[in-house]
């Protein structure tokens, strides 16, 4: 655990765009996904969206069609770019890595075994 680390989150305006990153431990059978959440002062912590280890992607109703993950193997780094980004998608980012052992498991953030420190994206009006 604590191997996971966010970077690239700022202030951005609105219609703007910002890709942040997440490195991981290598990717491995062991594990079945990494996800993105957020926390926006005062609010429970959300889920964005997440890749497989199979490549799938899947993301929370608001922002399909702006935001994108990827994962890039070679150096073991999970992507989120977010374009036409809005005020209410201001928050604290964090990736978590999902161990096979929790596959079949709702998402839940007590399903993630290995979260990052969280990155500050501001979206401002």
């Known amino acids: ?52 280890r199979d490549g799938r992607p899947g993301y929370i109703d608001s922002v399909k069609g702006r935001f994108t993950i990827s994962r890039v193997n070679v150096n073991n780094t999970v992507l989120l770019q977010m374009n036409n980004l809005k005020p209410d998608d201001t928050a604290t980012y964090y990736c978590a890595h999902r161990s096979s052992i929790y596959c079949y498991d709702p998402i839940s953030p007590r399903y993630f075994d290995d979260w990052g420190q969280g990155t500050q994206v501001t979206v401002s009006s």
């Open 1 to 52: 655990q604590g191997q996971m680390e966010e970077s690239g989150g700022g202030s951005v305006q609105a219609g703007g765009s910002q890709k942040l990153s997440c490195t991981t431990p290598e990717f491995t059978s062991g594990s079945c996904g990494w996800d993105w959440y957020r926390q926006a002062e005062g609010k429970q912590r959300e889920w964005v969206g997440g890749i497989s």
